[in-house]
T-cell receptor, first 108, second 114 residues
Framework: GIQVEQSPPDLILQEGANSTLRCNFSDSVNNLQWFHQNPWGQLINLFYIPSGTKQNGRLSATTVATERYSLLYISSSQTTDSGVYFCAVAGSARQLTFGSGTQLTVLP | NAGVTQTPKFQVLKTGQSMTLQCAQDMNHEYMSWYRQDPGMGLRLIHYSVGAGITDQGEVPNGYNVSRSTTEDFPLRLLSAAPSQTSVYFC?????????????FGEGSRLTVL
């Protein structure tokens, strides 16, 4: 199956800083999503982005499908951005494969 | 609009006991799935269903059963609980298939097996 690698595994930022999270995948994909798991364990959709670029407020994402990677940008980070960010992908198979996540801590 | 609803949110079992985790969605989604999340790991797919009457195995199906008698409900059954099944379980659904749709998650069910 498709392999998904996320980097960095851990990231600590000061409030107001910017960050870039990376997701590499091993095969062509029809589906790529970014999720945020907050400290209470809830999983929230951030982006559905199998290709191209999307923006939602301070967050944006870019997927370069031909080079098999996606980037999640967080600008002007806030303490509420803390949590784990997951990338998940699916190719032709009927299942999403998750990376092991990036643990983000934003300090006040 | 409730979205994806899981019950119970917390459960403690003894080894060998059986139980069912309930999942219901009110979005008329065809695709539903169950994941487990263990500490320091991403989510791993247990079972999924592409519509009523159709189920299939994911990455870690052993020890779990599912059925899909209606579009709305997708229960996960543990037949004889083992400590290795201590985990947080998430149900998710999407209108499209997993390879095309945006996935929505329930709030999770934390299971401890003693």
């Amino acid at each position: 199956g498709i392999q998904v690698e996320q980097s960095p595994p851990d990231l600590i930022l000061q409030e107001g800083a910017n960050s870039t999270l990376r997701c590499n995948f091993s095969d062509s994909v029809n589906n790529l999503q970014w999720f945020h798991q907050n400290p209470w364990g809830q999983l929230i959709n951030l982006f559905y982005i199998p290709s191209g670029t999307k923006q939602n407020g301070r967050l944006s994402a870019t997927t370069v499908a031909t080079e098999r990677y996606s980037l999640l940008y967080i600008s002007s980070s806030q303490t509420t951005d803390s949590g784990v960010y997951f990338c998940a992908v699916a190719g032709s198979a009927r299942q999403l494969t998750f990376g092991s996540g990036t643990q983000l801590t934003v300090l006040p | 609009n409730a979205g994806v609803t899981q019950t119970p949110k917390f459960q403690v079992l003894k080894t060998g006991q059986s139980m069912t985790l309930q999942c219901a969605q009110d979005m008329n989604h065809e695709y539903m799935s169950w994941y487990r999340q263990d500490p320091g790991m991403g989510l791993r797919l247990i079972h999924y269903s592409v519509g009523a009457g159709i189920t299939d195995q994911g990455e870690v199906p052993n020890g779990y059963n599912v059925s899909r008698s209606t579009t709305e409900d997708f229960p996960l059954r543990l037949l004889s609980a083992a400590p290795s099944q201590t985990s947080v379980y998430f149900c998710a659904s999407t209108q499209g298939g997993a390879n095309t749709g945006e996935l929505f998650f329930g709030e999770g069910s934390r299971l401890t097996v003693l």
